[in-house]
């Protein structure tokens, strides 16, 4: 038997068993019509994935886009619901694990999100693709990044380690900067910027570009220059990178995915034939 716990439920007969994403749709739709401070509203749902360990239940991923009434403001947000095809619920916990049940659903990773400026070491075509999405500044990614990239480079037929830079600009204001710089050394060529990026002493909270690029500069032994921070390849890429960290719903770093599918233990590659 199912044990759950869920902390904010809501039963009802619009949800046959075979709930569809246009049904989940139409229910959210016209619980939030009911919100006095919305003005108007687009509700979609944009994926279905299953719940691992729990085959009755299915996770849909929606994306909630409301324009407010009193400043028009607009609020656009991704959001987790999960149904049963009886009942729908925002968040539900497991009681045999003690998990939310959110820590057992991910997107996965798609082909497209694979590109090649963010192949940082290994053969595109190697048994297993690696994806880190990190933040220089993270205290857990200055320890846990550099070490598994030293662990993984080592055999490029075995691993694809792809690179997508992100930073936590409200808790390391100097990471959007330093990412950028790293992005802009790259472009020129340079080898082993991303390794090299977690050597860099700065303080998460300066933002000082100056103060920020003579650090950078000093480990890498380069010389980039405030002016190339604001380039368009550079804006670009980082901008991809963001973008496919929101397309997964990645808020937190380090975040791994091994092989397309997210990897909470991070240790995964270890294990790996």
């Known amino acids: 038997m199912l044990k759950l716990l869920a902390t904010i439920l809501i039963l009802s007969s619009f949800l046959r068993a075979d709930a569809s994403s246009e049904q989940v749709e139409g229910f959210l739709k016209k619980m939030f019509a009911g919100n006095q401070s919305i003005k108007s509203l687009k509700l979609k749902v944009t994926n279905v994935t299953d719940v691992k360990g729990h085959d009755d239940w299915k996770a849909y991923y929606v994306e909630f886009d409301a324009i407010l009434k009193k400043d028009g403001r607009q609020v656009v947000q991704k959001m987790v619901w999960f149904s049963n095809g009886e009942v729908i619920a925002k968040e539900i916990f497991d009681l045999e694990q003690a998990k939310d049940m959110n820590e057992m659903v991910s997107l996965p990773m798609k082909p497209e999100h694979y590109k090649k400026e963010n192949l940082i070491y290994g053969n595109e075509n190697a048994k297993h693709k690696i994806a880190i999405f990190s933040d220089p500044l993270c205290p857990f ?11 993984m480079k080592k055999e490029p037929n075995k691993f694809a380690i792809y690179y997508y830079h992100f930073p936590l600009e409200s808790l390391h ?19 082993d910027v991303v390794l090299n990026l977690y050597k860099v002493n700065v303080n998460p909270k300066e933002r000082s570009n100056e103060k920020i690029l003579e650090e950078f500069n000093k480990v890498m032994h380069s010389n980039i220059q405030p002016f190339e921070l604001l380039s368009k390849e550079v804006s670009e890429h980082l901008q991809s990178d963001l973008k496919i960290a929101d397309s997964l719903m990645v808020n937190g770093t380090p975040t791994l995915f091994f092989d397309g599918v997210i990897d909470r233990t991070k240790m995964k590659y270890k294990e790996a034939k």
Do not use: D, Q, R
Not at 141 to 151: D, Q, S
Not at 182 to 190: R, S
């Open 173 to 191: 204001p100097a990471a959007v900067e330093l990412v950028k710089a790293a992005i802009a050394l790259e472009l020129k060529g340079a080898k």
């Open 141 to 151: 990614c200055k320890t846990f990044v550099p070490e598994a990239l030293e662990y």
